[in-house]
């Protein structure tokens, strides 16, 4: 249950907020290709290389099944609502209800089989402990035979990731009563509301006169909220000198608020980079949709499930393949669909005809029916022939993609 809602959440916020910034900026092609790249990056690239490195070894039917038969529909429904050209706001909220009906359903087979999850992640915490455990070793032994380069490297790294984790403990709160700080503390109450402010400027403009202590008179809104804001961390930082015994949910709901507007803003600033990029080269966005976009968000998912194969847990690894996508698809670009239909309610959106997407939607499909039909051959045994043909399958999008956006442009 918590893998297709807090672990899809978490791995999959990246995915989200470049989908609705994509589309904001109008540039719906990459929302678009990044989306259906990255799925198609994991369900054939990612499961090609657990396969090749662990193959064989069996999955667990119901699970498989239902998670590609839920991912493969939703992607011919979206496959359907693209051809036709055009999206209504009954369309894209039935998006985010498939998912949601998908957890329910997770939740409801879930019920029958709690007491042997309890105890399969009681033994995978001891077998992740352990090697967690050699991993560390075998870590040690090679940073004390790491050369003077890695180690000049490493001091610029950190220099680089100063001002970066700086800035974040300014403007997120630390929950843990360990990780406290006066100073940040009080920061965080004098720059949390100035940047949740700016990030509401396109409902509420920074100029907006209110009245404020003198009557008659109006001060722009962001003044009004330096001054409280400014005055109430002073006041923080004078009369709180202890740290707190226990974590507050407030402090952890407004942390979790400010990581979501870090997300949304650096996913914008990608955006608009990726736009100007392609301007810059002549590269058409859904081109860097399918390709930048899609490996910048997707790589960690390689990394993560390709260490937990060499962990020993190829099935989980397999697992983790189609949970996530399918959120980002669903929630991510249904989220986006849903505020853009919104806007033109009771009009439909409309969607410009590519043949890039349409390539993206085809491979897809025909990722996650091989390895629906192929595994299902195969008795619910993962074949290691089976992932050199997704590796190479996934060459071969990469290659289609890029002739047609270098004939299209």
């Known amino acids: 249950m918590a893998a297709v809602t807090l672990l899809a959440l978490g791995n999959g916020s990246p995915d989200v907020f470049s989908s609705l910034a994509a589309l904001r900026a109008g540039q719906y092609r990459t929302g678009f290709g990044a989306i259906l790249s990255a799925g198609a990056f994991v369900s054939a690239l990612v499961v090609g290389f657990v396969a090749i490195y662990a193959a064989p070894f069996p999955v667990d039917p119901a699970p498989f099944v239902r998670d590609v038969l839920f991912y493969l529909t939703a992607a011919m429904f979206l496959f359907y609502v693209y051809l036709s050209a055009e999206i209504f706001l009954w369309q894209a909220v039935g998006f985010v209800a498939f ?35 050699q991993k ?39 929950p843990a009563p360990s990780q406290w700080s006066r100073f940040y503390a009080s920061a965080n109450i004098a720059l949390c509301p100035l940047a949740l402010l700016y990030a509401c400027n396109s409902f509420v403009p920074l100029n907006h006169p209110i009245v404020f202590l003198l009557p008659n008179t109006l001060f722009p809104l962001w003044s009004v909220v330096l001054m409280t804001s400014f005055s109430l961390a002073f006041l923080h930082f004078v009369m709180e000198k202890e740290p707190p015994k226990a974590e507050h949910l407030p402090v952890v709901v407004v942390a979790f608020v400010m990581s979501v507007f870090w997300i949304s803003t650096t996913a914008g600033e990608l955006v608009n980079c990726l736009e100007a990029l392609g301007t810059l080269l002549k590269v058409p966005a859904s081109f860097l949709g399918l390709t930048v976009l899609a490996w910048g968000n997707s790589v960690g998912d390689l990394v993560a499930d390709v260490a937990v194969a060499k962990a020993g847990h190829p099935a989980m690894a397999m697992a983790g393949c189609f949970a996530g996508p399918m959120f980002n698809m ?3 670009l249904g989220t986006a669909l849903v505020i853009q239909t919104t806007n033109t309610y009771p009009k439909a959106y409309e969607l410009n005809f590519h043949v890039g997407i349409v390539i993206a939607f085809v491979f897809l499909l025909l990722s996650l029916m091989g390895s629906l039909l192929v595994i299902t051959w195969s008795r619910f045994r993962v074949p290691r022939f089976w992932g050199f043909c997704l590796v190479g399958l996934y060459i071969v999008f990469m290659a289609v993609s890029s002739v047609v956006a270098i004939f299209s442009s």
């Open 99 to 133: 998912y949601l009906f998908f957890v329910g359903f997770v939740f409801y087979m879930d019920l029958g089989i709690v007491n042997r999850s309890e105890k399969s992640s009681v033994d995978l915490e001891g077998q992740i402990e352990s090697y967690c455990d």
């Open 330 to 332: 669903l929630v991510g």
């Open 136 to 174: 560390s070793t075998g870590s040690v032994e090679k940073v004390k035979h790491a050369s003077g380069f890695t180690g000049s490297f490493r001091l610029i790294s950190k220099a680089w990731e100063l001002p970066v984790s700086t800035l974040l403990r300014l403007t997120i709160p630390q």
